[in-house]
């Protein structure tokens, strides 16, 4: 099975930083990456796909990119809303895969 | 409106088994991919089950293989989970959720339902 790990757990971060966030697969798994954000109490909503295609609909501020083992997620000039847990998800293989979070806080 | 609305998370006892559904509207419900994924605090988010939109093909994790089953009922717009044989570790919030494609794969999941709690206790 394939194990996706995230990097840090948590970060602190001010509204207009920029905050970079990053997934390891354990073997290769092509471009086929996503990331999801997620609110307390909410769903998750996903954000990019395709390691770096823009779901509808998401802010321009959110980039995805990366192939094979290694990917990063980047939030330019974060927003109060952005403040959030953020997940990544492999979705090549069976079975599929989420890493733990990073929880992006103030 | 497009969205997805689980129920039947219940209180069920270790051995116990329990049927959840996910009611889907506002899109073409038999023309894509569905899944299951659980989310707990200790173990994050978890893919449990998926269903191909195309072919009705059926994937599962592998700590609920042989105990759970998803279908799909495309007249009623309608998604299932059947869990038997349920243990402590399978409580969860169960996220119902649409895949961006018919086939299911690549599985990214664009639409997400709010979610129903499974509790399985003594």
């Known amino acids: 099975d394939i194990q996706m790990t995230q990097s840090p757990s948590s970060v602190s971060a001010s509204v207009g930083d920029s905050v970079t966030i990053t997934c390891r697969a354990s073997?290769?798994?092509?471009?086929?990456l996503a990331w999801y954000q997620q609110k307390p109490g909410k769903a998750p909503k996903l954000l990019i796909y395709a390691e770096s295609s823009l779901q509808s609909g998401a802010p321009s501020r959110f980039s995805g990119s990366g192939s094979g083992t290694d990917f990063t997620l980047n939030i330019s000039s974060l927003q109060p809303e952005d403040f959030a847990t953020y997940y990544c998800q492999q979705a090549n293989s069976y079975p599929l895969a989420f890493g733990g979070g990073t929880k992006v806080e103030i | 409106e497009v969205q997805l609305l689980e129920s039947g998370g219940n209180l069920v006892q270790p051995g116990g088994s329990l049927r959840l559904s996910c009611a889907a509207s506002g899109f073409t419900f038999n023309i894509y991919g569905m899944s299951w994924v659980r989310q707990t605090p200790g173990r994050g988010l978890e893919w449990v089950s998926g269903?191909?939109?195309?072919?009705?093909?059926?994937y599962y994790a592998n700590s609920v293989k042989g105990r759970f089953t998803i279908s799909r009922d495309n007249s009623k717009n309608t998604l299932y989970l059947q869990m038997n044989s349920l243990r402590a570790e399978d409580t969860a919030l169960y996220y119902c959720?649409?895949?961006?494609?018919?086939?299911?794969?690549?599985?990214?999941?664009?639409?997400w339902g709010r979610g129903t709690l499974v509790t399985v206790s003594s």
């Open positions: 269903i191909s939109g195309s072919n009705g093909n059926m």
């Open positions: 959720a649409k895949a961006t494609y018919n086939s299911g794969w690549p599985w990214y999941f664009d639409l």
């Open positions: 073997q290769g798994i092509g471009s086929w």
